[in-house]
């Protein structure tokens, strides 16, 4: 089957740092999103990793690692605004998303 | 990045109508879209494929004859969900994917349906 684990909450504090991690199962793989998801509001895009090793955006940083079937999200210099849900989306071989429940952030002062 | 636009934002209708929901490529065509659903707290669920053209390609559990979707141009396909129930209550969110690009999909602000 198909399926995504990553912690349910988690909590940080504003200026820290944070990695959220995942590891997933699919019928292939086609690459692993990342997205963003504020209550009420749609997935944002964050990031992409199709290749395994570290993609660094400004504040966020995504890694892969295939054979693992690991993912994580760092996210730098927290700020309020990054409270949200973090959704580690696979990719299957038919170019599906695969989504789970994702992590939801807060972030205290 | 490439934006992806729907209407309404947000519906309040009576039971036993039916409301139609249009999603919009902005920027790029979209030979691909795909709709969700997801109610609170909850993981977004792939309702349903659909190609430029051609029928759509509903999820198992989803009823083909209560949401009605069209995708009659890359840039445009509606969801009606029709004969509309209290539980049909949720947020609808459509997403695009370009004919250039099989991996990326551009997801648009989601509408947020109350049937009273």
């Known amino acids: 089957g198909q399926n995504i684990d990553q912690p349910t909450e988690m909590t940080a504090t504003e200026g820290a740092i944070v990695q959220i991690n995942c590891t997933y199962q699919?019928?292939?793989?086609?690459?692993l999103f990342w997205y963003q998801q504020h209550a009420g509001e749609a997935p944002t895009f964050l990031s992409y990793?199709?290749l395994d090793g570290l993609e660094e955006k400004g504040r966020f940083s995504s890694f892969l690692s295939r054979s693992k079937g690991y993912s994580y999200l760092l996210l730098k210099e927290l700020q309020m605004k990054d409270s949200a849900s973090y959704l580690c989306?696979?990719?299957?071989?038919?170019?599906?998303?695969?989504w789970g429940a994702g992590t939801k952030l807060i972030i205290k002062p | 990045g490439a934006v992806v636009s729907q209407h309404p934002s947000r519906v309040i209708c009576k039971s036993g109508t039916s409301v139609k929901i249009e999603c919009r490529s902005l920027?790029?065509?979209?030979?691909?879209m795909f709709w969700y659903r997801q109610f609170p707290k909850k993981s977004l669920m792939l309702m349903a494929t659909?190609?430029?053209?051609?029928?759509?390609?509903?999820e198992q559990g989803v009823e083909k004859d209560k949401f009605l979707i069209n995708h009659a141009s890359l840039t445009l396909s509606t969801l009606t969900v029709t004969s509309a129930h209290p539980e049909d209550s949720s947020f609808y969110i459509c997403?695009?994917?370009?004919?250039?690009?099989?991996?990326?999909?551009?997801f648009g602000p989601g509408t947020r349906l109350l049937v009273l």
């Open positions: 659909s190609n430029e053209g051609s029928k759509a390609t509903y």
């Open positions: 920027d790029f065509q979209a030979t691909t």
């Open positions: 997403s695009a994917r370009s004919s250039t690009s099989q991996e990326t999909q551009y």
């Open positions: 989306v696979p990719m299957d071989s038919n170019y599906q998303l695969i």
């Open positions: 699919t019928s292939g793989f086609n690459g």
């Open positions: 990793n199709v």
